[in-house]
């Protein structure tokens, strides 16, 4: 009997064998294939950004029972950037519940930069979405703290959760940030007069400038995003983090900006809902399957990791994870 259990869970076992291998061995083609994709430049409006090397490229996937495969800088740390939007949203939401961010925010696509000062004055004088910098900052000054600096530590700490290991504020980056953040400032400072912050607008600008200059590998990314993935529960702690019935929202939000201008372009070629920063980072959902994420400073003229995005069309394709793809039958 014993030898039959034995020999019944080699059997059971095999499939999963047999996908790490095939993950591992399409992470290594991958970046073999990408790695020397020319194109695109470091964001240089950011000082710190603008020294990050060029070369750097690693990519992660977390499946969501909690298996990791990485390849390249995956370990490398950088700034988190406009992904940290998607997760400090997930706690905005968990605060305030989805109807406060639809109502107080907004959830559609404004067409614009992400930066637009524009679409807040034409589009009923709100944020439009929580992945935009005007939506991200109403977003976080609606993360409950009973003052600013307790309020910043909740934001690290969840930021941390996700990770599944503390996370640090990479102080240079941080900085370079906030010296030059005068348009984040104005835009804070004009959601204030429409009714659209729930702390002080300047404090809520702070902390959403350190949120943007916490420090991630595309390893801790993937495990963020894993999360996601998993319904809500961090795939490696198993500790539940965002309400599972919100976890739809989030990814809805994410699929309307979260690649920025090019998001509609993302979803077509891609069909995963995403979100990218300045920093070189992507990240991609598979729901219920796996989370990827990748790293790499050259970005297009839209603020996306050239090598990162195709990167990721390239995983997708292969493991045929597009949520759009029809399932019926070919034709014979």
Not at 19 to 45: I, R
Not at 241 to 263: D, H, I, Q, R
Not at 284 to 297: H, L, T, Y
Request: charged share 15%; glycine share 10%.
């Amino acid at each position: 009997m014993k030898r039959l259990i034995m020999g019944l869970m080699a059997v059971l076992l095999l499939p999963l064998a047999a996908l790490a291998q095939d993950l591992d061995a399409l992470l290594k083609e991958t970046h073999a294939k990408f790695a020397n994709l020319p194109g695109g430049a470091n964001a240089n409006y950011i000082p710190f950004l603008a020294n990050v090397p060029s070369h750097l490229f690693g990519i992660a996937i977390v499946t969501a029972d909690g298996k990791v495969y990485e390849v390249g800088d995956s370990k490398y740390e950088f700034g988190i950037e406009s992904i940290s939007k998607a997760f400090v949203l997930c706690k905005a939401m968990m605060d305030v519940g989805p109807d406060s961010i639809m109502h107080g925010i907004g959830v559609n696509a404004t067409g614009m930069p992400f930066n637009s000062v524009i679409a807040i004055e034409l589009e009923g004088y709100s944020p439009q979405n929580p992945l935009v910098n005007a939506g991200a900052m109403a977003a976080n000054s609606m993360v409950k703290g009973p003052d600013k600096d307790a309020q910043w530590k909740i934001v690290l700490d969840y930021l941390g959760e996700m990770a599944g290991r503390p996370l640090q504020l990479i102080d240079e980056l941080y900085k370079s940030e906030a010296a030059t953040n005068q348009h984040n400032r104005a835009i804070a400072m004009l959601l204030a007069a429409y009714g659209h912050m729930w702390a002080d607008p300047i404090d809520a600008c702070d902390s959403y400038t350190k949120q943007c200059s916490v420090g991630v590998s595309a390893k801790d990314l993937a495990v963020m995003a894993g999360m996601l993935a998993n319904g809500g529960v961090n795939p490696l702690t198993r500790k539940r983090l965002l309400k599972a019935e919100y976890v739809p929202k989030v990814l809805a939000a994410m699929s309307m900006e979260g690649l920025y201008t090019t998001s509609g372009e993302w979803l077509y070629q891609v069909g995963l809902p995403g979100k990218s920063g300045v920093g070189g980072g992507v990240i991609a959902v598979a729901p219920g399957k796996m989370a990827i994420a990748a790293f790499a400073p050259p970005l297009d003229p839209v603020g996306n990791s050239v090598k990162a995005m195709a990167a990721i069309q390239y995983i997708s394709e292969k493991l045929d994870l597009n949520l759009y793809k029809s399932t019926a039958r070919k034709e014979q």
